[in-house]
């Protein structure tokens, strides 16, 4: 069974995102709700969902079998990442726009369909809009993808990234029913800094996990090895 840390830290992430996604989902979070349809949001969002929990089973996946330094190493490299992100959400660093720029072509091959639904008008517009939407170049969705692929088997995968997307719900879904004032709450400075923060103390604490796990692996390797057997 996953480790309930781990789930508390996907859900954590999410939350301390929220500035990050009302920059890159606001306005279509605006776009897309209607007094006449208050349940569009909601299937926008469990299409949006739905695409994070595939990336992270499918990460994970693809995942399998690889060293089990491998797998560390892209612990480590996705707590580095979170660290970006939060220097960026906190306005400290802005590194993390570069790699969202060099991984904007994942949302121009999405952009071709989004452009011919929108606004939705059926429930199978408003989901499909959240599938293509939650593919976009977004360095925080990518570093989660990498840490939840790097931490089990499919099924963690995906509910690792299932659990992320629910934390970032509570901010977009605020600002689909209650619209730009809502909006203006995680636009405060305070509130981008604390949230910053609060995402480089995940993005460290991931990193030190990577290494202190790949010390253990070193030990483990170095114990089992022949040499250390004739040496000891």
């Known amino acids: 069974m996953i480790d309930p840390t781990a789930m508390v830290t996907a859900l954590v992430m999410g939350i301390s995102s929220s500035v990050h ?5 606001g306005g279509l979070a605006l776009a897309i709700s209607s007094p006449q349809k208050q349940w569009l949001p909601l299937v926008y969002h ?5 695409i994070y929990s595939l990336l992270g089973a499918v990460g994970a996946l693809l995942l399998w079998g690889v060293s089990q330094w491998f797998a560390v190493g892209l612990r480590f490299f996705s707590g580095v990442l979170l660290i970006a992100a939060g220097l960026y959400i906190g306005r400290w660093w802005f590194g993390l726009v570069y790699i969202e720029k060099k991984l904007a072509f994942t949302w121009q091959i999405a952009n071709k369909y989004t452009q011919a639904i929108l606004p939705p008008k059926k429930i ?11 593919m976009m170049p977004c360095g925080l969705i990518y570093s989660s993808v990498l840490w ?14 299932l659990l992320f997307g629910i934390g970032t719900l509570p901010a977009l879904l605020g600002l689909s ?3 730009q004032s809502f909006q203006s709450v995680f636009q ?4 981008k800094k604390l949230l910053g923060g609060i995402l480089i103390s995940i993005g460290l604490w991931v990193a030190l996990g990577a290494v202190v796990l790949g010390e253990r692996l070193y030990q483990h390797d170095y114990l089992c090895s022949p040499s ?5």
């Open 21 to 25: 996604c009302l920059g890159m989902c």
């Open 46 to 50: 469990a299409g949006r969902l739905a």
């Open 124 to 134: 199978s517009d408003a989901f499909l809009l959240g599938l293509l939407w939650g």
């Open 148 to 161: 939840a692929s790097a931490y089990g088997g499919a099924l963690d995968g995906a509910l690792l990234m």
């Open 177 to 179: 029913f209650a619209g």
């Open 188 to 191: 405060h400075a305070i509130a």
């Open 228 to 232: 250390a057997l004739i040496t000891s």
